[in-house]
């Protein structure tokens, strides 16, 4: 991970922007570079990954366009031969740089041309303006405000913004800014055309194409390990690398000294796939301390990712304190894309289809923002296979009625896809726990506790009171709101809810995002 920052406007000194940029220095340790043109502050804090001297160092230059990029272009090689073939010289190793030569030949259509999780801000001098993008998942952060006369600010996170810019905003996924307004160039959850193909056909793409996606992100100049949760997601990720290495990988695992459900089962992935395997083991203390650091990081009240942020949290920590790992590659994406334990009780396959695209496009105030913030707060650099633009494209154009579960088995066509010596039928078909749960029911219920013994009822009554925006509904939402409320005042309106199975639907008129509450739940996380 890197973190960017880019200002256009004369209110703003420089001081004050590296006063507000150095707020994310964990992002970026290595270096940090501030830019000042008239009119225009670019920041940029490295995380050396790839072209690790310091010739990848941003903000890099081309014909007086300057461009900082925290952001992976997936198959930037070829595209630097082809580049270099037309007279373009590089001066580093680092995929980023290909940016400004491709900005030049094609503007603001070069966006939809990547291949890449990012976040860019350019400079162009013919315009003496300010261009900014973010990908279509919106895997890698961008926010946005505005200061008094209208002079915008970028930054990749929400604490950059907060006391610079009045309301904080996310910049939206898939879209770009230029000439004072914002664009979509891609929108990863239209259907071109719906794929009919029969249940074999529709597998081996499903295959074919994660592995694809796994095997570009493994493209890296500094240490990569793995988050293996013993969950299918991240099991298969850690399986099929593995495979493509040819080498034992590094593997991390977490869970409670008390209950933890995946300890064992990512113990069997590991054995299985005869990984270099660590666990870290985390007690309530460790968990109700981490929580206000956990919140201050996230910028969120969502209670499912607050919960599922603590563990997250806590492994990224011990692997930046006790590992020389610098990349990470996680599970995320694959419940919204083949479908969730609450997904089970979509009432038609049209409902389940608009379900996962809702959340997809919501994705970057959820799973991904979690991601994002847990493993970059410890100086590592998050990589989601899943979220691989051609994987998540072609899922989301199968046929919603293959998709749905119609096997008596959640994520069937993900399981089928794998079957043979990718992992062990026990795992591959094991039933989804979620990861809060799954690093131990205790972790929840301690929570749970802390919030009750905190408030009150009638304490809890007056003090809902205060927000009209994503009301708290019960006290541990209250607990959550209160300490986002210390870190980022009036700002709750980057959320746009609570990530909540659908209520609309029989069977998920529920007030707890967890799994375990659902009737279908059954003997998962066992």
């Known amino acids: 991970m890197c973190s960017i920052m880019g200002y256009m406007g004369s209110s703003l000194t420089k001081d004050e922007f590296k006063e507000n940029f150095d707020k994310t220095i964990s992002r970026g340790p290595d270096m940090q570079r501030i830019l000042e043109i008239p009119g225009i502050i670019l920041g940029f804090e490295r995380l050396s990954i790839m072209g690790l001297d310091e010739n990848g160092m941003q903000p890099f230059e081309y014909n007086n366009n300057r461009v900082v990029c925290n952001g992976e272009i997936y198959g930037f090689r070829p595209i630097k031969k082809e580049l270099e073939g037309k007279g373009y ?36 001098d013919k315009k003496k303006s300010l261009v900014a993008a973010r990908d279509p998942i919106g895997i890698r952060p961008l926010f946005y405000g505005y200061r008094d006369g209208g002079e915008i600010v970028f930054a990749s996170e929400a604490k950059n913004l907060v006391g610079l810019c009045e309301e904080v905003k996310a910049f939206p996924p898939g879209h770009y800014y230029a000439d004072g307004k914002f664009v979509e160039y891609r929108d990863m959850t239209a259907v071109k055309e719906v794929v009919t193909d029969d249940l074999e056909t529709v597998c081996k793409n499903i295959h074919d194409k994660l592995v694809a996606g796994i095997e570009k992100r493994l493209d890296a100049d500094a240490p990569v390990g793995f988050l293996l949760s013993g969950g299918l997601d991240s099991s298969l990720v850690c399986s099929v690398s593995a495979k493509l290495l040819d080498k034992p990988i590094k593997t991390y695992a977490i869970g409670m000294s008390t209950d933890a459900i995946d300890l064992k089962y990512a113990k069997e992935v590991a054995d299985y796939i005869k990984s270099d395997h660590s666990e870290i083991i985390i007690t309530k203390e460790d968990v109700l301390e981490a929580l206000p650091t956990v919140i201050s990081i996230l910028g969120t009240y969502d209670i499912t990712t607050i919960r599922a942020s603590i563990g997250m949290y806590l492994i990224c920590k011990a692997i930046h304190e006790q590992t020389d790992v610098r990349v990470l590659l996680t599970g995320e994406i694959s419940d919204e894309l083949f479908g969730y334990k609450y997904t089970d009780f979509a009432p038609n396959a049209k409902e389940f289809q608009d379900e996962s695209a809702k959340r997809i496009r919501e994705l970057y105030m959820y799973d991904v923002l979690r991601a994002d913030r847990c493993i ?60 809060s749960d799954a690093v131990g029911h205790s972790m929840v219920d301690y929570l749970k506790a802390y919030a009750e013994e905190k408030y009150t009822d009638a304490e809890y009554e007056e003090l809902v009171k205060k927000y009209d925006y994503a009301t708290p509904f019960t006290k541990e939402s209250l607990l959550y709101r209160e300490i986002f409320e210390q870190y980022y005042p009036g700002q709750a309106k980057m959320i746009v809810d609570f990530w909540m199975p659908n209520k609309s639907w029989e069977g998920c008129n529920v007030n707890d995002p967890s799994a375990r509450v659902l009737s279908n739940y059954g003997a998962s996380g066992q």
């Open 89 to 124: 010289t590089f001066k580093s190793d680092s995929d980023c740089e290909i940016l400004l030569p491709l900005y030049e030949q094609y503007g603001t259509e070069m966006f939809v041309k990547l291949d890449a999780e990012f976040a860019c801000i350019i400079y162009d």
């Open 376 to 435: 970059s707060c410890n100086s590592l650099e998050a990589r989601v296979p899943f979220g691989d633009l051609d994987f998540v494209e072609y899922v989301m154009s199968i046929d919603p009625e293959k998709k749905m579960n119609i096997y008596n088995k959640g994520k069937y066509l993900l399981r089928h896809a794998f079957e043979g010596d990718y992992l062990p039928e026990s795992i591959l078909m094991r039933e989804k726990a979620a990861f």
